[in-house]
Nanobody, 118 residues
Framework: QVQLVESGGGLVQPGGSLRLSCAAS????????MGWYRQAPGKERDLVAT???????NYVNSVKGRFTISRDNAKNTVYLQMNNLKPEDTAVYYC????????????WGQGTQVTVSS
């Protein structure tokens, strides 16, 4: 069982920055693909960014050039640096972990609120 704990959310003005963190329990972090998803009120949960165990990253088009996902295997932690935030980035952000080996169990954090407003 893997537990994910997010932190770093909050209220920020448009154009501001936040860094989200997600700490994973256990010893499987180095063989997990980590991701950040977000869910705005009344909408589905959508992918924001992922980073594979090998360090390859992927972003949804709307955050390219503004958000950076990274991981620190020594700390069992994945980060999402969010710059130039926009009101449409407002959502609950969730951390996700998928174990690379079969049967690819996946896990979710409890979510952290990000609100971009003046």
């Amino acid at each position: 069982q893997v537990q994910l704990v997010e932190s770093g959310g909050g209220l920020v003005q448009p154009g501001g920055s936040l860094r989200l963190s997600c700490a994973a329990s256990g010893s499987l972090f180095s063989i997990m693909t980590m991701g950040w998803y977000r869910q705005a009120p009344g909408k589905e949960r959508d992918l924001v960014a992922t980073v594979t165990s090998g360090g390859r990253t992927n972003y949804v088009n709307s955050v390219k050039g503004r958000f950076t996902i990274s991981r620190d295997n020594a700390k069992n932690t994945v980060y999402l640096q969010m710059n130039n935030l926009k009101p449409e980035d407002t959502a609950v952000y969730y951390c996700n972990a998928v174990i690379d080996i079969l049967p690819h169990h996946d896990y979710w954090g409890q979510g952290t609120q990000v609100t971009v407003s003046s």
